[in-house]
């Protein structure tokens, strides 16, 4: 396989040993039903929880059955009607105090995330920033909902319109962000006033347990609830439950479909975030160090174990040598290692040795295909599930690697001729998570936006994200929005009373 990594960009700098030690920081390793974690069972079949950047076992957790979800769902169901009760000031005022208390706890929280998930601790810590941000957001949305105004608008007939909690919302969250996307979907569902059941990944459930173990006094028992376990056994009882109302995952476009299907037969609501593979159409007017910065970043953030990373460049053919260029340059200085190693460590190991192996087996794939990589290509030396930060050139159009997620450090770079050509093959994928286009047109960035099938397209920027406007996407990549006020909608129903004083 081609191969231009320079030797000191494939060093993977190690962390000195015990410099991420969380044992004193572990959360009970049991399920959190009804306020209190499970008393322990080693009679029960449990998980290893792996750090990838050394294989090292941290703790094991039990694989939940359909049982441990029975449970869990009837404590939901008898929590309900007090949570939905309380008025939006004394939700909020829950919310808040969640987030303080994560906001106290955070250095713990960056510390046992990067030691399940081998984040660095700069994604790390956003991550938690972004968790505490999250519950705040959605503690004052909840006091500022709006509705249609009520008034006759029949003769004689007084119509308002309620906003109600739906009641128990199972959540299945992914291994990349296992704090975050959990804040995603916890914050609207309590703020809406449901209670819930939450299985995180079986690879990463380390930091959801500890959110559970830092709120326990803070939520009345049975609003929310923990099961660890896989998704065939835990997160299919979940979409099946007849008492769980809405079904709401992050997740492989495999995980969003199974949960579908399970939620069929009761009808019940069902929220999907799935893949993505995001397009940066970068045009021949377009700066193109700033394209290639924001790439560096957005493309390898998180090891590019990101749903919306700048994935898939498509550049025009009178720019692409030069925007390669500038990209390598870029990329050979991104630092490799384990967290533990330093602050200045900014690419990880990608979660598990299967998930390691899938990303090198596409990299072998394009390889094979004749495609080139311009750095990286490879993997790096072990212990731990290291990639190399890479980049593919000479991609042609429709090669696997274009069209599937390959969830790694992996960016390709393929050319168009013109524009109609770079939205023909911008939206000539399964998914329509994210985009971004690079231009110094106005009229151009406004009118590639619109014909771009994504749910979120950036303008001369890519991966920006705020809590008060909305995520998610189109076709493969699901349906339902997070963040903002219209997670809010998402997690809760309207009801139309009508009054006649005729």
């Given at each position: 396989m081609p191969?231009?990594?320079l030797?000191?960009?494939?060093?993977?700098?190690?962390?000195?040993?015990?410099a991420?030690?969380?044992r004193e920081?572990?959360?009970?390793?049991?399920?959190?039903?009804?306020?209190?974690?499970?008393?322990?069972?080693?009679s029960?079949?449990?998980?290893?929880?792996v750090?990838?950047?050394?294989?090292?076992?941290i703790?094991?957790?039990?694989?939940?059955?359909?049982?441990?979800?029975d449970?869990?769902?009837a404590?939901?169901?008898a929590?309900?009607r007090?949570?939905?009760?309380?008025?939006?000031?004394?939700?909020?005022?829950v919310?808040?105090r969640i987030?303080?208390?994560?906001?106290?706890n955070a250095?713990?929280?960056?510390?046992?995330?990067?030691?399940?998930?081998?984040?660095?601790?700069d994604?790390?810590?956003d991550?938690?920033?972004?968790?505490?941000?999250t519950?705040?957001?959605?503690?004052?949305?909840?006091?500022?909902?709006?509705?249609?105004?009520?008034?006759d608008?029949?003769?004689n007939?007084?119509?308002?319109i309620?906003?109600?909690?739906l009641?128990?919302?199972g959540?299945?969250?992914?291994?990349?962000?296992?704090?975050?996307?959990?804040a995603?979907?916890?914050?609207p569902?309590?703020?809406?006033?449901?209670?819930l059941?939450?299985?995180?990944?079986?690879q990463?459930?380390?930091?959801?347990?500890?959110f559970?173990?830092?709120?326990?006094?803070?939520?009345p028992?049975?609003?929310?609830?923990?099961?660890t376990?896989?998704?065939?056994i835990?997160g299919?009882?979940?979409s099946?439950?007849?008492?769980v109302?809405?079904?709401?995952?992050?997740?492989?476009?495999?995980?969003?479909q199974?949960?579908?299907?399970?939620a069929?037969?009761?009808?019940?609501?069902?929220?999907?975030?799935?893949?993505?593979?995001?397009p940066?159409v970068?045009?021949?007017?377009a700066?193109?160090d700033?394209a290639?910065?924001?790439?560096?970043?957005a493309g390898?953030?998180?090891?590019?174990q990101?749903?919306?990373?700048a994935?898939r460049v498509?550049?025009?053919?009178?720019?692409?040598?030069?925007f390669?260029?500038?990209?390598?340059d870029q990329v050979s200085?991104?630092?490799?290692?384990e967290?533990?190693a330093?602050?200045?460590?900014?690419?990880?190991?990608?979660?598990?040795?299967?998930?390691?192996e899938?990303v090198?087996?596409?990299?072998?794939?394009?390889?094979?295909?004749?495609?080139?990589?311009a750095?990286g290509?490879?993997?790096?030396?072990g212990?731990?599930y290291?990639?190399?930060?890479t980049v593919?050139?000479g991609v042609?159009?429709g090669a696997?690697?274009t069209?599937?997620?390959?969830?790694?450090?992996?960016?390709?770079?393929e050319t168009?001729a013109?524009?109609?050509?770079a939205?023909?093959?911008?939206?000539d994928?399964?998914?329509?998570l994210?985009?971004?286009?690079?231009?110094e047109?106005?009229?151009?960035?406004?009118?590639?936006?619109?014909?771009?099938?994504?749910?979120?397209?950036?303008?001369?920027?890519h991966?920006?994200?705020?809590?008060?406007?909305p995520?998610g996407?189109?076709?493969?990549s699901g349906?339902?929005?997070?963040?903002?006020?219209y997670?809010?909608d998402?997690?809760?129903r309207?009801k139309?009373?009508?009054?006649?004083?005729?």
């Amino acid at each position: 396989m081609p191969n231009t990594t320079l030797a000191e960009h494939a060093t993977v700098h190690r962390a000195p040993a015990g410099a991420l030690n969380v044992r004193e920081d572990l959360p009970p390793t049991r399920h959190f039903i009804a306020g209190a974690f499970d008393t322990p069972d080693r009679s029960r079949l449990h998980a290893d929880i792996v750090d990838p950047g050394t294989e090292q076992i941290i703790a094991a957790v039990p694989e939940g059955t359909a049982g441990d979800v029975d449970r869990a769902v009837a404590a939901a169901v008898a929590a309900k009607r007090d949570w939905a009760k309380l008025v939006p000031k004394e939700r909020a005022t829950v919310l808040h105090r969640i987030a303080d208390r994560i906001e106290q706890n955070a250095e713990i929280l960056a510390r046992l995330e990067s030691a399940n998930t081998g984040k660095p601790f700069d994604v790390s810590h956003d991550d938690v920033a972004g968790t505490v941000d999250t519950f705040r957001f959605m503690a004052g949305a909840l006091r500022a909902t709006t509705s249609m105004g009520a008034g006759d608008y029949a003769q004689n007939h007084l119509s308002v319109i309620l906003r109600e909690p739906l009641g128990v919302v199972g959540v299945v969250t992914p291994w990349n962000y296992p704090l975050l996307m959990a804040a995603w979907k916890i914050a609207p569902i309590l703020a809406a006033g449901n209670t819930l059941v939450i299985k995180p990944s079986e690879q990463t459930p380390l930091t959801t347990l500890k959110f559970a173990e830092l709120i326990a006094d803070l939520v009345p028992a049975g609003v929310v609830n923990v099961v660890t376990g896989r998704g065939s056994i835990v997160g299919a009882r979940l979409s099946e439950h007849p008492d769980v109302d809405m079904i709401a995952l992050t997740g492989s476009v495999g995980s969003g479909q199974a949960v579908a299907r399970g939620a069929a037969e009761t009808l019940k609501r069902v929220h999907l975030e799935l893949g993505g593979k995001a397009p940066v159409v970068i045009f021949d007017d377009a700066d193109l160090d700033d394209a290639a910065a924001s790439v560096r970043t957005a493309g390898y953030w998180n090891s590019g174990q990101e749903c919306g990373a700048a994935c898939r460049v498509l550049v025009h053919e009178s720019v692409a040598d030069a925007f390669t260029r500038k990209l390598v340059d870029q990329v050979s200085t991104l630092v490799v290692g384990e967290p533990g190693a330093g602050e200045h460590i900014e690419i990880g190991p990608v979660v598990s040795k299967a998930h390691f192996e899938r990303v090198v087996a596409h990299l072998e794939t394009a390889a094979q295909q004749g495609i080139t990589a311009a750095i990286g290509g490879a993997a790096l030396d072990g212990p731990g599930y290291f990639v190399a930060p890479t980049v593919l050139v000479g991609v042609p159009e429709g090669a696997e690697c274009t069209r599937e997620e390959i969830f790694g450090p992996v960016v390709t770079v393929e050319t168009f001729a013109d524009e109609d050509e770079a939205i023909r093959r911008a939206n000539d994928v399964p998914f329509g998570l994210s985009a971004s286009i690079w231009t110094e047109n106005a009229r151009r960035s406004h009118d590639v936006a619109a014909r771009i099938d994504a749910g979120t397209v950036w303008v001369n920027s890519h991966l920006v994200l705020a809590t008060e406007v909305p995520w998610g996407g189109f076709k493969g990549s699901g349906y339902g929005r997070d963040l903002s006020i219209y997670a809010l909608d998402d997690y809760s129903r309207t009801k139309h009373v009508m009054h006649n004083h005729g």
